[in-house]
Structures are given as structure tokens and as C-alpha cells.
């Protein structure tokens, strides 16, 4: 299966957003990933639905939307409206997440649901069939540019396993600290997209290093 990359947005040039937006619409990659963060979920406060809308605006690829924010069920049709294809919700922010996953659904976007580094596989073994995505945070959520949990191989493998076992249609996402170091182990061990915003933002030349994590990938 074709791997994905998602840049993350969060570590854009803001003051050059357009400018960002299209060097992804232009890159090889596949996918916008979109942190929300309301500074309650998350130790931090990115940004909200006025940014969202105008990067929606040039955005040509799917808009991926990682939400880290308490009580998500408040902007599902919010951010259906605002262009997300694919919305994520945190599985430790959701009391009755089987209903939120179907309202996410119900809203005609794809659905996922992260999981913070200390969450075991096996909370999701009665909702896994229900899922479009699964996201494995491989560093604490709140912020870009920190290093990548060496824990989350074993967690790509268990959710991989997983997977197959009940003939889920299920996507792995990995967030967080990815780099061309990692990518190719976490592809080997099951992920399917890969999210990276530091390894590509910050590079000498964002285009390049999209291209390069894609042909590592694939
Ligand atoms: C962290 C965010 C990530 C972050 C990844 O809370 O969910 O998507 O932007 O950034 P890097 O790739 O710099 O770790
Ligand atoms: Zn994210």
C-alpha cells in the first residue's frame, strides 16, 4: 500500500502561511495534518478555526485534523464545515467515544482516534472496526520539535496485529518526532501515514525532505 506523509502545519512559518501551504500542494505529500490544541487537553494553545479556514482555502490535499482538546464532541460539524476530511479525536478526552466516533462519521468525515504514549493498544479492541485511523502519539502531545518514543514500535505492532485480526479497514498514523531516521522501522512495523512537522519545516529545503521521507516509505 502506498504510504502517507502529513507535514504538520504546526511547524509552518506562520507569518508565511500561504506560502506553506502551497510548498505542501506542491511537495509529495499526501496529506494537511492539523493540530488544534486548547491549551486544557494539552499544556499549549496552537491555533483555532479562523487559521484553520484560511489554510482550507488553499489546502489541495486531504485536511487531516488531530484535535487535543477536552469535550471535542462541541465542534464535530464545526470542523466538517471548515474542509477536515479525516477528524481525530484523543481516546483519553472522550467518555463515550463510541458515539462521538459515529457523530464524527455521521458529519461525512473519516474518523480517528489518538492515543497518548502511555495508552495501551488494547483500550481499542471493542471500537477498532469502527475506526478510519488511529493515531500513536510517539512523544507527549502539546508541541512540535521533541524526540520520538523508542516505545511506539511495539505499540505499531500490537495495533497492526490488532488489525488484522478483526479484518479492520484501520490507518496508522504516527505523530511525532518522525525523522528519516524512524520512518522506515515504523513503516516495516505496520504504519501506513506518517505525520512530521520539525524534520520538515525546519529543513534546509521542506520539499526535498518530503520527497525523501515519501521514497523511504515507499
Ligand atoms: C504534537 C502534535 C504533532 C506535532 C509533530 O502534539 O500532535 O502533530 O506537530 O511535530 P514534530 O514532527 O515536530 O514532532
Ligand atoms: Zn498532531
Known sequence: MN?????SILAADFGNLQRDVEMVNNSKADW???????????????????????????????????????????????FADLGADVLTVHYEACTHLHRTIQ??????MKAGVALNPHTPIS???????????????????G?????FIENTYKK??????????????TLIEIDGGVTNKNAKQLVDAGA?????????????????????????CN
Open 123 to 141: 483500550v481499542l479492541e471493542d471500537i477498532i472496526t469502527d475506526l478510519d485511523l488511529v493515531c500513536i502519539m510517539s512523544v507527549n502531545p
Open 192 to 216: 501506513d501515514v506518517l505525520v512530521a512537522g520539525s524534520f520538515v519545516f525546519k529543513s534546509d529545503n521542506p520539499t526535498e525532505t518530503i520527497a525523501d521521507l515519501k521514497s523511504i
Open 3 to 7: 504510504k502517507l506523509i502529513a507535514p
Open 32 to 78: 494537511f495534518h492539523i493540530d488544534i490544541m486548547d491549551g486544557v487537553f494539552v499544556p499549549n494553545i496552537s491555533f483555532g478555526m479562523p487559521v484553520l479556514k484560511a489554510i482550507s482555502s488553499h489546502a489541495n490535499k486531504t485536511i487531516d485534523v488531530h484535535l487535543m482538546i477536552v469535550d471535542p464532541d462541541r465542534y464535530i460539524s464545526t
Open 103 to 108: 457523530a464524527i462519521k455521521a458529519s461525512g
Open 143 to 147: 508541541f512540535g520539535g521533541q524526540s
Open 156 to 169: 505499531v505492532t500490537q495495533l497492526k496485529q490488532l488489525i488484522t485480526e478483526t479484518n479492520s479497514n
